[in-house]
């Protein structure tokens, strides 16, 4: 079955590790995002990647930081500069060219800093 | 303010009734419209999709959208317990170029319909 898997669905660290969220699609998509989900605020764009081995900076980058070195892959870390890294986090992905924009999204992973 | 307005709720009725769930939006520049839905802990999952301006209609949903007020909206009728679930209303500017890919996401509403 094609889609997104994210591991792990729920991680617990301390304050002041990093951390690092995996995202694995075998849809063949060129393009892949991750999104910050928290209570009441709707879905705000972190970072994202049209292609291999090139990614953008989305709404709040900051205390994040992001690799594309295969075409399938997309992990996100967490810093310790993240002042608030407590949330639920979507990694998504699309077909380049798509009139829809349609995003696909994994079943998220849920971190929370102690 | 923000580019895209939702009312998060929660909303909650009773099987059978018609939902209307709405978003209002301040960026003339949007062109394209989805609504999402998300169940619990889990990723959300397109629902609908729209381009102009007047009514979309997929079974028991109906996406309007109304560029000149910048409003848009999904009715659910003879709503069920299976629907309940947070709803998400996101837009973009266009599909290519730079914008591509790149939503604005409303807060989404919760929705409960029970039994």
């Known amino acids: 079955d094609g889609g997104i898997t994210q591991s792990p669905k729920y991680l617990f660290r301390k304050e002041g590790q990093n951390v690092t969220l995996s995202c694995e699609q075998n849809?063949?998509?060129?393009?892949m995002y991750w999104y910050r989900q928290d209570p009441g605020q709707g879905l705000r764009l972190i970072y994202y990647s049209q292609i291999v081995n090139d990614f953008q900076k989305g709404d709040i980058a900051e205390g994040y930081s992001v690799s594309r070195e295969k075409k399938e892959s997309f992990p996100l870390t967490v810093t310790s500069a993240q002042k608030n890294p407590t949330a639920f986090y979507l990694c998504a992905s699309s077909i380049r060219g798509l009139a829809t924009g349609e995003l696909f999204f994994g079943e998220g992973s849920r971190l929370t800093v102690l | 303010q923000k580019e895209v307005e939702q009312d998060p709720g929660p909303l909650s009725v009773p099987e059978g009734a018609i939902v209307s769930l709405n978003c209002t939006y301040s960026n003339s520049a949007f062109q394209y419209f989805m609504w999402y839905r998300q169940y619990s802990r889990k990723g959300p999952e397109l629902l609908m999709y729209t381009y102009s301006s007047g009514n979309k209609e997929d079974g028991r949903f109906t996406a309007q959208v109304d560029k000149s007020s910048k409003y848009i909206s999904l009715f659910i009728r003879d709503s069920q317990p299976s629907d309940s679930a947070t709803y998400l209303c996101a837009m973009t500017l266009n599909a290519g170029g730079t914008s591509y890919g790149k939503l604005t996401f409303g807060q989404g509403t919760i929705l409960t319909v029970h039994p």
């Open positions: 849809l063949n998509h060129d393009a």
